[in-house]
């Protein structure tokens, strides 16, 4: 029986990996892809390492949380491609995990295991679109489809592979089941090293005293999911850079840190990749390179909408948040450090990526278990509501919600 620290350490553990789904599952998002429910699965990568650290159940809340995580951060938790990552990610986790606990290391390597949940989770979003969208047709989608599935499975496994023989994080856990670790003094010399970064939130925080002081973190999340839907349920392109400009002029009104250069780029890569893709009218051609109608639609809305979310997201959800309930406090815990994670993207450097997410999980791991993790949200006010701010809030949602107005109108 696990001691309560040891469960404190599984819980934060199991919240560090939901963080870095939730990460991957945004860089997975500005990857083009011909079909709006295919996954590349660079999310499931934290699953495979947590095979041989957790239990079942702690498994399985790690792939609750990155399901629904997944579905919050690239705004498909109300559409039908959400119900395919749903079915597919539980049935490649659960085989995953068997093929895991029957074989072992030694007969089954990483790489096997994540060919396997590759092709199950296919094989089910193929069903599943056989139902919802294709009907007999996707016969004609099924074998491209499930040879990139294995590809991706197989390039995923090894990468995976690579990660854990040299990750000290890996080590750290793998011997106790993600319990209280050995090497505790380890994650405090990272703590140290990179204290001057927290020296800088603290800074931060007090330039935005104001708004931690009139919105408590739970109001803030709740409107954070009333205008949700308002941006995904707009069709129209054109409202939605309307509803982006404003959910951006809102932060910069609060004090979040912006990069707009960062973000013009970041828009400017995910439409040139879905040109790649061309299907509509050519609209301009640059040898056999064609610029096409719907991919440029479609890779503005897609750049739009990821911005869109990742401006609401800096709005709306603020370290301090507290959701109800083992699964709440897990999921916010992981929120919390996906958060603190895209605030730290420029320390994963191509030269050394392994290096840094590694020492980037000991960072964090060692900020939730110790003491100084309270650098991060000592100056927050854990104050309720004022009046003034539900007043805000619900023009802010109301403003929200116009462009969807309009677009019925």
Known sequence: MLSHG????????????GAFCLFLSAVEYMIPKPLPFMRIGLANLPLMMALDIFPLPAFLLLVCIKTLGQGLITGTLFSYIFIFSLTGTFLSAMLMFLLRRIFGKE???LVGIGTAGAFISNISQLALARVFIFQENVRYIAPPF???GIITGIVLGVFCEVFINRSTWYKMNVNN???EDASFKTTQTYLKINHKDEEGVQRKMNMNELYNNIFSAGSLFAAGLLILPALLFNPSTELRVIQFLFFWFLALLCG???NPVFTVLIIIFIVTFNLIIPYGRVLYSIGA???TSGALTAGIHRAITLAALVMLSKLTVRQDLKISGAFGEILSESLRMFYVIMSRKYRLT???FLTDVDNLMIELSGEQRSENKELLTENIMRNKTRPIGYVVLIVMVILS??????NLI
């Open 6 to 17: 040891s469960k404190n350490s599984l819980r934060l553990n199991i919240a560090l990996l």
């Open 107 to 109: 007969r089954i390597t």
């Open 146 to 148: 499930l040879t990139a």
């Open 177 to 179: 089941g993600g319990e």
């Open 256 to 258: 979040k840190k912006t």
């Open 289 to 291: 390179f064609k610029i």
């Open 350 to 352: 191509a030269k050394n």
């Open 401 to 406: 919600w116009l462009p969807c107005v309009v």
